[in-house]
Each structure stands twice: as structure tokens, then as C-alpha cells.
């Protein structure tokens, strides 16, 4: 190198910013991250009293696969494994194969199975993830899942003489109830603590219910029970089942301070049946892939798994493993635990959860703020992955970035510990002093002022717009929504008539369309993969739309608008309205859908009003490359905010 070279060389490194580290390289986004873009979990129900009590663990699996499918509408071929974390099953690599090709994927999408005991579900998803990190396979999914109605823990199985003897292996034999009480008494957790933190998680995890946060999370399940339980081969009736049963309303700890020890023949005996994590059937799945991957698919970025470690500890004091794992990962990524914006921890018992949270020194509000095993319960292989499907949509609801789940190994005597990073999905970018006036002429030169607003979204970007009329100084509402999924469909819709939806609603809208239109070919544009990517970005910005009273609607009309939204999408991709029905639309029922009778509509009027034709708004050709041309000019855009206001900022609120 020359003596030029190396000054040019050494002028450029001071130049050069040092690459982020701790919370800002976590954030970073790279075409390698593995992403999770779909996640979702059965109910959980009590074992052997629940809906679930006569569903075997395949038929569990296979539930949670077919919702994976429905509401990613991922192409199954892409999936290239499926990693299934069980503990209890004899035969669950059997189960894991079947449940693949029963949920409807190609026989070129291989099977696993994963057992760590109770992290069994986060082993599978740190399987997947390391698989994609690695190069092997660029997209898998993770499926954590048990029936512990079908396949009961039995307890450690005989060990040969010469290994038993081992005084570890003694300890890693002992049932969890007394590694339970071995936390209380070595680190002075007392029944009432105990008692005072499961009353806390029940009472988290009734307002969630009550409140409706875990609706994105659970998928309904149909299934058949036993009418009589006690006849295996008796009549079956048909059941949906749609929520959690373990939650008890309101528990208190003085109510909880009454039921018996669980474990008298162990001091300091102060674990109960009130206070320890419930047996439990369920399944939760995660979709995961590389980013890029995703973003070629049209997939939602719902998080980006950043890393897992597992530790190792002694076994009678297994419970307390989050205390290790926690910071082990934190010095690893080079974060704060004041980074995180919450933590799931396993509640198998309550004494392990009240000195995890206390020597970690977690505050309430972060803590499990949905409820954990305690009130939910503890699919043994299922936790794992149902904790990261809780922490994602907590995140969402809060519009938070940062998670970290954590739970305890059994026998293992091992604690697994992974951080997931969630995009803010809206970083709004601020325009002068929160929204920018530009005047322009429209086509009959009148003078219009035009707000502007640019949205990124994790598909792709949009810009809002709307406008005053500067001789009436009226403002035409409503907004538009000028989408481009991915530099592809650029769209130009009007969404000020949809009211927002949660994700299942939008899942079960997206369903519906899928299976009662694609077969009839009412859709007039595209693969059936990127009309799936489509409606997948009017359920976002159906989500996205101002809030005002009531936030949620009735199935039923959430579907007619959604398909009224749909139509203008199809009329502006197919230049037609393809036979979508009258009814499910507006007018007279004649069954079609014509131009005219989109006179009546605000926008359509608001447009005309200031000298945009109908030949300009079909399919908007004239209206959509001006507002493109404005929206591009340089010096439009002046600031960046990635922290989205929602006092300030009310006109968007997003819901999905």
C-alpha cells in the first residue's frame, strides 16, 4: 500500500462511524435475520377436565400447522423443516412426520423432534432458528406442543444400578414439587409470597382475557370430546374450542392461603395447588425464515430472533435457572436488563417465580403481564413456544420492542434463555411540525392544499393524502392510502370507512376470502400467493385506520367491508369488477358492481369536487402518478420519528 493509500486509509476509518453495538445492533435489520413473521397457539385447557381432554398430541400439532398456513398463506413448499418440541409422547418423531403431511405440506418438508423437558418448545424454535443462521434452510417452522390428558407424566423411569447411585443423578431423579420447596426454604420464599404471586398472575391473566389481548395469539380448535368420560369408545360430540380455561377470576391470596400443601412429606411444605402451574393440553407454533425471504414473500415481520443460551444448574434447585440463563444472555448481546420491555418466565411454581423476579430485580409491569403457567397453565413441550407467541403479541399491544423469554429444564437441570427484537411496525415520519400543506392545482386549476404523510410499514411503504379546498376551506376526507407492496402493486385505496380489527378477526377475514372466492376465481389478478400478499395489506392498513368509539365490530360487517375494500383493489389490478357480489357491496342488487355507483362514495366525490373525473379515478391513473409526483419531490420529507404517539397522534392507531 502507498503512502497515499494508507493516509486515504486511515482518514476514511476516522470518517468511518464504529459499528452499533448492545441496543442498537440488536435493532439493526440485515437480509440474514432470522425472522419470525406468523405466531399463534391453541387454547390451553386443563388436562383431563378441558375441551382438549380427548385430542391426541397429532391432532393438536396438525391444528396448529393448518392455522400457521391459513394465516401466514405461506407457500407450504417454502417450509423446508418442522421442528416439534415434545417431552411426553413415546412416539413423537412418529407424531411430528405425520402431523406435516396431515396439515397439508409437500412430503419435501422434513420433520424433527426436540426435548429439553419443559423447553422443549423454545429448543425447537432455537432448532429452526439456528438452521436458518446457519445456511441449511432459509425458512422452518417450530411447533411446541403436548397432551398431558393422552400421555401423563409417569415420573423418571429405573435407572441401572451404577448410574443411580450417582448422587447428581439421584437429585435429577426427585420429583419437581420437592425441587419446589427446596427453592422456599433455601432462599426464604414463604407461603404467603408464594400465594401473593399467583393471585397476581391470575389476576394478569383474567384481564387479558377480559380485555381481549390473547385474542391474536389463539387459533380455535374443533375437536371431538367423550360425552361420557368414563366409556373411551362412547359417543363424541363435536366442540370449538376458543379460550383458555385455567384462568380462575377472581383469586386473591387470602383465597389461596387456604388450600392445603401439596407436598407434606417435604418441608417447608408451602407449595399448593393454588400457587403451582396447572397440567395442562395445548400447542403453539412460530413460522420463521430468513428477512429477506420474508420480504420477497410479502410476510409481516413480527420479530427478529436475536440469540438463546441454555445454563446448566444444579437440579434440586432447578427453578431458579432464569437468574443464570437471563444474564448470561444479556452479557452476550450487550444489553441492559433495563433494554427489555418485558419478560416471560416460566411459572412452574411460584417460589422459583418469586425469587426469579426479585433477584433479577424485574419490575411488575414487565413480569409475565399476561399471567403465566400458574393461571394459564403448563403444556410441558408447548410453554417454550407459547411463551414467545405471548411476549410478541404483548409487544404489539404495547408497541414495544424488546422480549425475553426463559424457562426451566426438569431432569435436565438446564435453563434455556432467548431475546426476540420486534420492529416498531409504524415510524412515522414527521413532516415540519406534524404534517405538511402543499398547494397544487388540480386538473380543472383549482387550488387545493394537499396533506402528505409517509408511512414504513414492514411491507413496503404508503403515503397518505388528503385534501383542502382552498376556496371553501373544506377539507376532503377521507384519506387516501397510496400502498406499494414491496416496489410491486402500487394501489390507491380509500380507507376511511374500515374499522380496525384485531389479527385473529383479520386472520378469519383472510380465510374467509381465500376459501369461498379463490376457487371461483372472483379475484381477477395474480398467482393466488400474491393476491394473498394483497389482502394481507388491506387487513394492515384495515388495522391501521382512525379509532373512533367502538374499536371492534361484529364478523359479520367486518367481512363487508373488507370486501368492499377488496373490490376497488381488484377494479384497480383487473380494470373490472369480477363478479363479487351485490349484496356483500352497496346499490340495488342487481348483482354487479358498476362505476356510477361509486358517486356515492366520500372519496370519490371529495376527488371529483375539485376536477378528477371518472376516467381519472378508473383505475386512477391521472390521480395516482400526481400524487406519486408530489410525494417524490425532494425536500418533502424533513424529520424522522420512530416513536409513534398515540395522544398525539390519534388519526392512526395501529391494531395489527
Request: glycine letters at 10%; aromatic letters at 6%; a neutral charge.
Amino acid at each position: 500500500m502507498t503512502t497515499a493509500q494508507s493516509r486515504l486509509s486511515a482518514l476514511t476509518s476516522h470518517l468511518t462511524p464504529p459499528p452499533p453495538t448492545g441496543k442498537a445492533a440488536l435493532l439493526r435489520k440485515a437480509p440474514d435475520d432470522v425472522v419470525i413473521t406468523c405466531a399463534l397457539r391453541t387454547p390451553l385447557t386443563r388436562a383431563r377436565k378441558g375441551p382438549l381432554r380427548d385430542t391426541p398430541l397429532e391432532d393438536l400439532v396438525v391444528a396448529t400447522l393448518a392455522a400457521l398456513r391459513a394465516r401466514s398463506a405461506v407457500d407450504p413448499a417454502a417450509v423446508e423443516d418442522v421442528c416439534l418440541g415434545n417431552v411426553l409422547h413415546p412416539a413423537a418423531n412418529y407424531v411430528a412426520r405425520a402431523a406435516v403431511l396431515a396439515a397439508g405440506f409437500p412430503v419435501t418438508t422434513a420433520a424433527s423432534v426436540a426435548n429439553r423437558w419443559c423447553s422443549s418448545g423454545l429448543l425447537a424454535v432455537q432448532t429452526i432458528a439456528n438452521q436458518i443462521r446457519a445456511g441449511q434452510i432459509a425458512c422452518g417452522i417450530a411447533v411446541g406442543a403436548e397432551s398431558m390428558s393422552g400421555t401423563p407424566d409417569g415420573g423418571a423411569p429405573r435407572l441401572s444400578a451404577r448410574v443411580a447411585g450417582h448422587g447428581k443423578v439421584r437429585d435429577a431423579q426427585m420429583p419437581m414439587g420437592w425441587t419446589s420447596e427446596n427453592v422456599a426454604a433455601e432462599f426464604g420464599v414463604g407461603r404467603e409470597a408464594q400465594d401473593g404471586f399467583a393471585a397476581r398472575s391470575q389476576g394478569k391473566a383474567e384481564r387479558a382475557k377480559r380485555e381481549g389481548w390473547t385474542r391474536d395469539e389463539i387459533v380455535e380448535v374443533e375437536t371431538e370430546v367423550l360425552v361420557d368420560p368414563a366409556k373411551k369408545d362412547g359417543e363424541r360430540k363435536r366442540v370449538v374450542v376458543t379460550e383458555d380455561d385455567g384462568v380462575r377470576p377472581g383469586t386473591t391470596a387470602e383465597g389461596l392461603g387456604k388450600i392445603r400443601a401439596a407436598f407434606p412429606q417435604w418441608k417447608p411444605s408451602t407449595t399448593t395447588g393454588g400457587n403451582a402451574s396447572q397440567v395442562t393440553d395445548g400447542a403453539a407454533g412460530l413460522l420463521l425464515m430468513r428477512r429477506d425471504l420474508a420480504e420477497r414473500m410479502g410476510q409481516p415481520i413480527l420479530a427478529k430472533f436475536v440469540g438463546a443460551v441454555v445454563v446448566g444448574l444444579e437440579p434440586k434447585i432447578m427453578g431458579i435457572g432464569p437468574t443464570y440463563a437471563i444474564p448470561k444472555l444479556m452479557e452476550k448481546v450487550g444489553l441492559e436488563m433495563g433494554d427489555v420491555d418485558l419478560f416471560e418466565i416460566n411459572e412452574a411454581f411460584s417460589s422459583m417465580g418469586v425469587y426469579c423476579q426479585q433477584k433479577l430485580d424485574i419490575p411488575e409491569e414487565k413480569f409475565n403481564p399476561r399471567g403465566g403457567a400458574v393461571a394459564l397453565g403448563h403444556p410441558l413441550g408447548c410453554t417454550g413456544a407459547r411463551q414467545i407467541v405471548t411476549a410478541l403479541s404483548e409487544l404489539k399491544r404495547r408497541n414495544e420492542k424488546i422480549a425475553v423469554t426463559s424457562i426451566d429444564s426438569r431432569h435436565t437441570g438446564a435453563e434455556h434463555g432467548i431475546l426476540l427484537s420486534r420492529p416498531v411496525v409504524v415510524e412515522r415520519l414527521t413532516i415540519d411540525k406534524g404534517l405538511h400543506l402543499l398547494t397544487e392545482a388540480t386538473p380543472n386549476g383549482k387550488k387545493v392544499q394537499i396533506y402528505l404523510e409517509e408511512l414504513k410499514i414492514a411491507y413496503g411503504t404508503a403515503w397518505t393524502t388528503s385534501l383542502i379546498d382552498l376556496e371553501t376551506d373544506e377539507q376532503k376526507k377521507p384519506w387516501f392510502l397510496r400502498l406499494n407492496v414491496n416496489g410491486r402493486i402500487p394501489v390507491l385505496v380509500d380507507a376511511s370507512q374500515s374499522p380496525p380489527v384485531s389479527v385473529m378477526e383479520s386472520s378469519a377475514i383472510l380465510v374467509y376470502l381465500q376459501e369461498n372466492f379463490d376457487g371461483n376465481n372472483h379475484f381477477g389478478f395474480g398467482t393466488p400467493h400474491e393476491r394473498s400478499q394483497v389482502l394481507q395489506w388491506l387487513f394492515f392498513w384495515h388495522a391501521a385506520t382512525p379509532v373512533q368509539g367502538q374499536t371492534r365490530r361484529q364478523d359479520a360487517r367486518l367481512r363487508l367491508e373488507m370486501l368492499r375494500i377488496y373490490s376497488v383493489l381488484e377494479h384497480h389490478l383487473s380494470g373490472k369488477y369480477n363478479g363479487v357480489p351485490r349484496d356483500y357491496l352497496a346499490g340495488d342488487g342487481s348483482g354487479k358492481y358498476s362505476i356510477a355507483d361509486m358517486g356515492t362514495w366520500p372519496h370519490v366525490k371529495a376527488y371529483r369536487s375539485v376536477g378528477f373525473s371518472d376516467a381519472d379515478m378508473t383505475p386512477f391513473p391521472k390521480l395516482l402518478s400526481w400524487i406519486q409526483a408530489i410525494s417524490q419531490r425532494p425536500g418533502v420529507i424533513h424529520g424522522i420519528s420512530d416513536k409513534y404517539d398515540s395522544e398525539e397522534n390519534s388519526a392512526l392507531v395501529l391494531r395489527n
